[in-house]
């Protein structure tokens, strides 16, 4: 692969790891910012607790009133939808890549194994 072409999917993959970076983080604020604010909850708890929900470990606690549960629930959806599909958007290509070279190379062991079948015909 040329040098110009590797530069600019590290590039790319860098600029995407930072997207990703930026949509989790923004998660978390969001996520923070709203148990302290409609939970009551301390800096620290309304972030742990977010934590939680966005890792998909689910809340350490019950929160008491339906408001709280209700905040809860939408936080637990966006939460771990979006760390899902974050990390997606910043590893896929990683993967696709992978996936392309790995059926290259299948293919190319396949190709080999079938000249050998047809020589010993």
């Known amino acids: 692969m040329p040098r110009s072409s590797r530069l600019r999917m590290t590039r790319a993959a860098v600029r995407r790891m930072l997207y990703a970076i930026f949509g989790i983080g923004l998660v978390l604020v969001v996520g923070t910012v709203g148990f302290h604010l409609i939970a009551g909850l301390s800096a620290v708890d ?12 689910g809340p350490p606690s019950a929160l008491p ?8 629930s939408i936080m637990a ?45």
């Open 46 to 57: 309304s972030f742990y607790y977010e934590s939680m929900l966005a890792t998909g470990q």
């Open 65 to 72: 009133t339906d408001g709280d549960k209700i905040f809860t």
């Open 77 to 121: 959806f966006i939460s771990v939808g979006s760390v899902v599909s974050t990390l997606l958007f910043a590893v896929g290509p990683v993967l696709r890549q992978f996936w392309r070279e790995e059926v290259e190379y299948l293919e190319a062991g396949a190709r080999a194994v079938e000249r050998e079948i047809e020589r010993h015909m």
